[in-house]
């Protein structure tokens, strides 16, 4: 329906990041960078948000957390991985308590670099993620169109299997999560 | 007359709303030295909330949100077609009662306390709201909105202290900063989005909806001290709540979040000494 990339709203989750990239995200907001003005909204809960900003690599206890806030949050959804421990896991990749970046547990569409990542770069993440939550909504109304409406109870533990995978609507994410796949065998 | 008035409230108030919601963050954000979104950008956020796929944490949610929904617009077609305006007021209260339920029909605890507080500001605003009814009453001889906007002069003229409780009160009704207790339009304070936070997609979008004809009808009450039988009050009724609507803004962008109990206190005896004491003169003169 319409343009929904005029209003992303952004949930932001620090799995274990030094800070360094959660205060350049928050700098986003500030008024050099305003990034209010593209009609971006910090949320801070999952079921209203539409962008997942991960900052920092992934260990044993965020990643349940991390897992549990991209499933409570509402189709179309994007997720953006900020920084390079987000990325990668950066300079913790071989510590015996980090999983690795933030795709080990979530399907991830944009990566940010840098440590700490820059205010533009991550506004630059975020308009490209932005472009793909559009493409994702349109999916999605085409999957309501021939579907019909799907509601989903969080509490109910049967939701996500009778909902089943629309090919078409999860292709995109597919495609990233080969992606990813693709940018560790390099890494190798 | 009165059909058209309600078919007129029931179009323009969530545009107007949106609309002055959209103005409100603009002016809010160059208060900040920022650029700030479109003025549009409410319509779009709500759009969006529709678009997306319907979340829900229990499936009664829906149908306690569509009621908050109807019987605020309800309130409001009571309000303009000249109907009993402590009538009104008391349909108002109910709808309040809904939100509270969407609140706690969750497990959330910061959905519950939000709705706790909900309930709080509610008990906060009230005695203004009601006393605004009875000044009404004591001044025109009836509750009716339909011969009040047919006096002969401004009740403000008569009711001062009853325009600055009301005044008072309506940062509480919109949930403005030092009083967004329940939920707050600005990120990241301690409930997460209180009353609103297990609600997601379409029913975050029903409760924007419902914001916007609330804070209508809200203004509409504070234009009602204004409007006479003349037309030119009407300008004049406009022009004040567009003042008010800004007063608004100012508190919201230069204050912090006060406690409950003080907002309590302090709307307590804002209404007593105002609206009281406004009383009191009103029925000695009499």
């Given amino acids: ?188 | 007359m009165r059909i058209a008035m309600i078919i007129l409230y029931l179009v323009l108030a969530p545009l107007l709303g949106g609309l002055l919601d959209g103005i409100d963050r603009r002016i809010s954000a160059r208060m900040q030295r920022r650029v700030g979104p479109p003025i549009l950008q409410p319509f779009y956020d709500v759009q969006k909330l529709f678009a997306k796929q319907r979340i829900v944490v229990t499936n009664s949610q829906t149908f306690l949100m569509i009621t908050y929904l109807v019987l605020m617009v309800f309130t409001g077609c009571m309000f303009y077609s000249g109907a009993d305006m402590l009538m009104c007021f008391f349909v108002l209260s109910t709808a309040g009662i809904f939100l509270y339920f969407a609140a706690v029909v969750t497990d959330s605890p910061y959905s519950y306390i939000g709705g706790q507080r909900e309930l709080f500001q509610e008990m906060c605003c009230e005695p203004a709201v009601l006393l605004t009814g009875v000044g009404f009453y004591l001044l025109e001889d009836t509750f009716e909105t339909a011969k009040i906007v047919q006096a002969d002069r401004s009740a403000i003229v008569a009711l001062p202290g009853f325009f600055a409780a009301f005044l008072f009160i309506l940062t509480i009704k919109m949930r403005k900063s030092p009083f967004d207790e329940s939920t707050s339009h600005h990120p990241h304070q301690e409930l997460v989005k209180g009353v609103t936070t297990e609600l997601g997609a379409s029913n975050l979008a029903l409760f924007q909806i419902t914001e916007w004809y609330e804070n209508i009808l809200m203004l509409s009450v504070i234009a009602l001290f204004i409007i006479n039988k003349n037309p030119w009050s009407i300008p004049a009724a406009i022009l004040v709540v567009l003042a008010a609507y800004f007063l608004e803004i100012l508190i919201d962008n230069t204050s912090a979040r006060m406690k409950s109990g003080k907002m309590l206190e302090l709307s307590w005896a804002v209404t007593i000494a105002a609206a009281g004491v406004n009383l009191l003169i009103l029925i000695l003169v009499r």
Avoid at chain 1, 141 to 161: F, I
């Fill in chain 1, 1 to 188: 329906m319409g343009k929904v990339k005029r209003s992303p709203w952004l949930l932001h989750y620090d799995a274990s990041s030094c800070n360094g990239c959660d205060i350049e995200v928050l700098a986003c907001m500030t008024p050099v960078y305003d990034v209010e003005r593209f009609g971006v909204v910090n949320t801070a809960d999952p079921m209203q948000a539409d962008i997942l900003l991960v900052t920092g690599g992934v260990n044993s206890q965020s990643a349940e957390v991390v897992k549990q806030l991209y499933d409570q949050m509402a189709r179309p959804k994007v997720v953006v991985a900020v920084g390079i421990c987000a990325c990668t896991g950066g300079v913790f990749k071989d510590c015996y308590n980090i999983n690795g970046g933030v795709d080990t547990v979530i399907p991830v569409d944009v990566y940010v670099p840098g440590c700490a990542a820059r205010p533009e770069s991550i506004i630059d993440g975020v308009v490209k993620a932005v472009q793909i939550f559009q493409e994702r909504s349109d999916a999605h109304d085409k999957y309501v169109k021939e579907h019909g409406e799907s509601e989903r109870n969080l509490n109910d533990p049967d939701a996500a299997a009778r909902e089943g995978n629309p090919a078409d609507f999860f292709d995109a994410i597919t495609k990233t999560s080969e992606g990813s796949r693709n940018k560790e065998a390099e890494k190798k």
